[in-house]
């Protein structure tokens, strides 16, 4: 057990089994205070789960070493509840959040997106995800494990000519197999002990919704049944395991495999280096060189719905997302829109200089309405992992700059048909040849380069045969369809796009887009939610840090209904919500009483009159659903009729607010809230979660007082007519 402790792997998934072994040594030997070390100390199983098992469940190095360092932590919780060390309830629900993530982010074809270092087209059809349904819903880990054991155990592959022999195996097993038809004989002996005695029932289905894993940085829009599969990777590196591939863009149509991410092949071989390379991924490079480490951020998320509340609007039935990123001194943004027919991709950018900036699309293809290709040299940085060494066989289209408009006709593997609309003003189209996904051997890829201080690049995928022409301009792409249908997108514009922060949910969420930049949502804000989940990203501190303060989180829902704007926040403290009551007087300093409680603080101005704002500090009330409203600010938007409401619930509460528009309607507001949250036992609040943009602030002397200046920023509709 000392020996193991002596070699640290800080926050690795090896580090995960380090703390396992540990807490196994110290069970064996009958050493409670080694137990409890290997548990909560600062190497052990509790840091590990805050810190590198994310909020959404997933592990922060990628889907290729999520099961392994999650099975470490089922054994963890095993021993530590025979052994009565408790685990923070946060962290416990965060373990079993872990439980459906290979599932949540599963391709069409049930395989796992090859995201970082991962063995590309690993298949979800394999033994050990069936047993892990079978454990996880023995750990009531959520409805979904069903319906997933039960399209495992459904599936007509064939078996394993030898089974899998795991009724007589005891070790753990990393190792990929083929996919299988499968039952309960074929698992192991962890089912056998810990999963239920009945067979869980679900009925089998691959019509898998959106997704959207807020902490790891992965939003998947799907459509058509589950069959499209849109995918726009903005999250960090991942550590050491992880590639420079900020807005990298992911698109599957059933076994169509047209923007994919290769993952990496063995470590071994110089063409670990391209994997590892920005030009080897659908994202953006600047100057020839591969991104620099760092995190994008989210603008906005909307799953799409369909059935009869689908929305009505000039748009086609879609789903679509939109996140930010900074290359250095290259200010980016990217936006998706899926449909059931085709995908819209815009990326645009923006710079103080005069950059050249480069997206590659990995598919080959033959070019519609292009006179020749010629010789081209692709250039690049010169560093070995920025992917040009590895390039041959280059040529660029001998056009002019109004070449705006190309029809890229795509066949792929399985024989499936696409065509790829591109319309880039004023760049370069290029392609090359390079290395394929592992085992692929090499391939043609296309990439789209330009150079200025900012551009714009619109790609449309047609996936059904459907589209007949497409146009960009002014931010708005417009899709005509062979049947004289014409499809317009309002798509979020890069500009003030690096100074936005945050997250959002994948509950119900329907907008374009989150800047700071106004943005029209008219079409988008009417009786639907628009959802923003907030948690470590968004959390001012006092002395506690969001994980000490026992992991905060809460959901943020914005519609327009009628003439006024509704906000529904559900906050979860994991502990029960302490009020201040009322008439309570604070000794400490000169700010309200109520500053001090779990409550809301909350903000709206206009975003032409910033200094015109109105804001209000409520504390709900027992018995709910009474809350108390306190203006906080002169504006003559304080006086009109701001209502809420409450309810409790045991690790936390929920308000409703509404405010009536009145001349707001139709205009750009600047809108922030902050979440007072103050335990039991203290004198002061302890930390605030913030909508807006936090700045690495504290919440030392900041009393009830709120700056638009952080807000978020949005396009109300306009007043509805008069009947």
């Known amino acids: 057990r000392a020996l193991i402790a002596s070699f640290p792997e800080g926050r690795s998934n090896r580090q995960v089994w380090h703390a396992v072994a540990r807490l196994a040594a110290a069970c064996v030997l009958g050493n409670a205070p080694a137990a409890r070390d290997a548990v909560h100390g600062p190497e052990g199983i509790a840091k590990l789960l805050a810190t590198a098992l994310l909020d959404d469940g997933s592990w922060y190095e990628g889907e290729n070493y999520h099961q392994f360092a999650h099975?470490?932590?089922?054994?963890?919780?095993?021993?530590?509840?025979?052994?009565?060390?408790?685990?923070?309830?946060?962290?416990?629900?965060?373990?079993?959040?872990?439980?459906?993530?290979?599932?949540?982010?599963?391709?069409?074809?049930?395989?796992?997106?090859?995201?970082?270092?991962?063995?590309?087209?690993?298949?979800?059809?394999?033994?050990?995800?069936?047993e892990w349904c079978e454990l996880g819903i023995a750990d009531d880990a959520g409805r979904s494990l069903r319906r997933a054991l039960a399209d495992l155990y459904a599936v007509g592959d064939p078996p394993l000519p030898h089974g899998t022999g795991r009724w007589r195996a005891t070790g753990e097993s990393e190792r990929n197999e083929p996919a299988s038809a499968l039952s309960r004989a074929?698992?192991?002996?962890?089912?056998?002990?810990?999963?239920?005695?009945?067979?869980?029932?679900?009925?089998?289905?691959?019509?898998?919704?959106?997704e959207l894993l807020a902490a790891q940085g992965y939003a998947i829009l799907r459509r058509d049944a589950g069959r499209i599969y849109a995918a726009l990777d903005f999250g960090g590196g991942g550590g050491g395991h992880g590639h420079p591939d900020r807005l990298n863009v992911i698109l599957q149509d059933g076994d169509a495999r047209w923007l994919d991410d290769p993952g990496t092949g063995t470590y071994v071989e110089r063409t670990l280096h391209w994997y590892r390379s920005t030009l080897a991924h659908a994202a953006p490079l600047v100057d020839g060189r591969s991104q620099p480490r760092g995190a994008g951020a989210l603008l906005a998320f909307d799953p799409g719905r369909d059935g009869p509340d689908a929305i009505e609007t000039k748009l086609p039935r879609s789903a679509s997302v939109a996140a930010t990123t900074a290359l250095g001194d290259v200010r980016f943004a990217r936006a998706l829109v899926a449909t059931d027919a085709y995908v819209v991709d815009q990326l645009t950018w923006e710079a103080d200089r005069i950059a050249t900036v480069d997206l590659p699309?990995?598919?080959?293809?033959?070019?519609?309405?292009?006179?020749?290709?010629?010789?081209?040299?692709?250039?690049?940085?010169?560093?070995?992992?920025?992917?040009?060494?590895?390039?041959?066989?280059?040529?660029?289209?001998?056009?002019?700059?109004?070449?705006?408009?190309?029809?890229?006709?795509?066949?792929?593997?399985?024989?499936a048909r696409a065509s790829l609309w591109l319309a880039s003003p004023g760049a370069t189209l290029w392609r090359a040849v390079g290395p394929g996904p592992p085992g692929v051997g090499q391939r043609r890829f296309h990439a789209v380069r330009m150079q200025g201080s900012r551009g714009v690049v619109t790609a449309v995928w047609d996936l059904r045969g459907t589209v007949a022409?497409?146009?960009?301009?002014?931010?708005?792409?417009?899709?005509?369809?062979?049947?004289?249908?014409?499809?317009?997108?309002?798509?979020?514009?890069?500009?003030?796009?690096?100074?936005?922060?945050?997250?959002?949910?994948?509950?119900?969420?329907?907008?374009?887009?989150?800047?700071?930049?106004?943005?029209?949502?008219?079409?988008?804000?009417?009786?639907?939610?628009?959802?923003?989940e907030i948690g470590a990203g968004q959390y001012l501190r006092s002395e506690s840090s969001w994980e000490d303060a026992g992991a905060p989180a809460a959901t943020v829902r914005l519609r327009v209904v009628g003439d006024?704007?509704?906000?529904?926040?559900?906050?979860?403290?994991?502990?029960?919500?302490?009020?201040?009551?009322?008439?309570?007087?604070?000794?400490?300093?000169?700010?309200?009483?109520?500053?001090?409680?779990?409550?809301?603080?909350?903000?709206?101005?206009?975003?032409?009159?910033?200094?015109?704002?109105?804001?209000?500090?409520?504390?709900?009330?027992?018995?709910?659903?009474?809350?108390?409203?306190?203006?906080?600010?002169?504006?003559?938007?304080?006086?009109?009729?701001?209502?809420?409401?409450?309810r409790e619930r045991d690790d936390g509460w929920t308000i409703r607010c509404a405010y009536p528009l009145g001349d707001l309607a139709g205009t750009v507001v600047a809108l922030d809230l902050a979440v007072n949250e103050q335990p039991p036992g203290r004198e002061r609040r302890r930390g605030q979660l913030v909508l807006g943009r936090p700045d690495g602030a504290f919440v030392y002397l900041r009393g009830d007082r709120m700056s638009a200046a952080r807000a978020l920023r949005f396009r109300l509709p306009p007043p509805e007519p008069v009947a």
Request: proline share 8%; net charge negative.
């Open 71 to 130: 099975r470490g932590f089922w054994y963890a919780f095993r021993m530590a509840e025979r052994g009565g060390i408790e685990l923070a309830p946060p962290l416990v629900a965060r373990f079993r959040r872990g439980y459906g993530v290979p599932f949540r982010v599963a391709l069409p074809d049930w395989t796992l997106p090859a995201r970082r270092d991962s063995q590309y087209a690993v298949s979800l059809r394999q033994w050990r995800w069936a």
């Open 564 to 646: 006024r704007l509704e906000l529904d926040l559900d906050v979860r403290l994991g502990r029960p919500p302490a009020f201040a009551p009322t008439g309570a007087f604070n000794p400490l300093d000169n700010e309200r009483a109520d500053v001090n409680s779990d409550g809301l603080q909350l903000l709206i101005a206009p975003a032409t009159a910033p200094e015109h704002l109105a804001s209000w500090l409520l504390v709900p009330e027992r018995p709910a659903p009474t809350v108390r409203i306190t203006p906080t600010s002169p504006a003559d938007g304080s006086a009109r009729a701001l209502t809420a409401s409450w």
């Open 361 to 415: 699309f990995p598919v080959d293809g033959t070019l519609d309405g292009v006179a020749r290709w010629t010789p081209f040299e692709p250039g690049g940085a010169g560093g070995l992992e920025d992917g040009f060494d590895f390039l041959h066989d280059a040529e660029a289209v001998a056009a002019g700059a109004d070449r705006c408009r190309i029809s890229l006709d795509a066949r792929g593997a399985t024989g």
């Open 186 to 210: 074929d698992l192991g002996w962890k089912s056998l002990l810990f999963a239920r005695p009945e067979l869980a029932t679900a009925d089998p289905s691959t019509d898998q919704r959106s």
């Open 469 to 532: 022409g497409v146009h960009a301009d002014a931010g708005v792409v417009t899709v005509t369809l062979a049947n004289g249908t014409v499809d317009r997108h309002v798509v979020v514009s890069a500009l003030d796009a690096d100074r936005v922060r945050g997250e959002a949910s994948d509950d119900d969420a329907t907008s374009d887009a989150r800047p700071s930049a106004p943005v029209d949502l008219a079409a988008r804000l009417s009786a639907t939610w628009t959802t923003f």
